[in-house]
């Protein structure tokens, strides 16, 4: 019996015993290594990513390849391009056993392998099965097909399940077609189009991903079926090395006076310039818990000095969320132009009301050692802002210049011409750049990855 004859039978039963039944037959015709790939294009709506503060969510180009076997294995190659043409290139590779993550392009992640528990890649491929209600409805733990009330309902039938790491889900069915319309998390909800055949196989050409009502991703997918794919598909490449200890969170003086806080649990890096006086502070990312703890380390390092300065180099989500630890009597907020506005969407008025938006240059005190603010309008954030202090000849950014924790210098994106255009401008001599993400890089090692990024090959030619 074909597959699709199998599910045909199992969404249109109306009685528990023909549901189980036609699935035990299915998973007798579908071999334990049968494998799905699924081509994806699609369009992610990113909330507190836009390139202009105005905007409370950007549209997200994206390329997924996803393989999944019914014994468990999946891998996927996911692409995507943010603002400012910043690019993502991601391999995940797993099993029942774990899961295994790689930055194809080594900017962001370097060369290190990210890992995941056996449940982290369990739920992971629970998630990926959402992606093909042919295969989720067969490895599902089915319960009894519910009747929806209401007359209009009468042509659908919804059916309770546990998906493959176990977690409660739902399904609403087509009777006439026996097609899955919608899927339903606790976080998510599936929308299913446009089926097609694959070897008797059925799946939606179109997806949609809610979470709550909110739009969250649209894919257009095309998908091709096999009995086994081979196994060097699921292996990572040989040039990555295992994630190394970044040690406890510290103060690292890269500079008199200057600090960046290493070993967050987050992987980013907040800054700090210390003056007789003052402390100014660049970034406070990811979370209001991490940022408190860094709080405590930064008056730990620099006892007596006010906390004056919280410099935002953007208002991206991940830049600002640590904003509210920092807020006290006497704290100024610098952003960039219209920043106030999306931080007040974001954190709220009582934040927002700390902001001092920055227009033009702009210079900041904190007892012998003075700080210039530049505003840049960068195509990644329009309010983005760079600080720099002349003294020690260093650079404070966030997202215009990446270099990995652990890996090869990578070619700038095209933010970090428009970072490299700043210097210029303003003849700003430079020892040394230091980022949110990664490591401190040195002017030399800047000029490098501009030279990369002259000689790399074009993305048509990349694809």
Known sequence: MHASHSLRLILAATGICILF????????????AFAITL????????SHQAATPQNAQQEIKLKQQVILQKDGQFRTISESVWPGNIRFHFLTTGNKDGAAAVDLLQWRQGIEIERETAAEARNEYADLLFLSPTLLLELGSMHMPIDLPGAENKNYQQVNFNDAAGSPASMIIERSSGQVLSAKTAASTYEYADYGSTKNFRQPRQITVKDGGRLVLQWKISAAVAEHVDAHSFALPATYI????KGALRATMIAPGTYRVDGSESGYHTAFSVGTHSVAIYDAPVSAAEAAKV??????TAPGRKLAYLVLSHSHRDHIAGAP???????????????RLAIERQLGKAVASKVQEVTSVFDIDLGGRSIRIYPIASSHASDMLVAYDKSTQTLFQGDLFYLPEIGPIPPVFDVGLELDSLITQHQLQVQQLVGVHGRSGSFTEFKKALELRMTEKPSAEKN
């Open 21 to 32: 039944s036609a699935s035990r037959i299915m998973a007798q015709d579908m071999p334990s």
């Open 242 to 245: 295992e994630k190394q200890d």
């Open 295 to 300: 709080r405590a380390l930064i008056e730990q």
């Open 325 to 339: 630890s920092y807020i006290q009597d006497g704290l100024h907020i610098l952003a960039g132009k219209d920043g």
């Open 39 to 46: 081509e994806m294009q699609g369009v992610r709506f990113a």
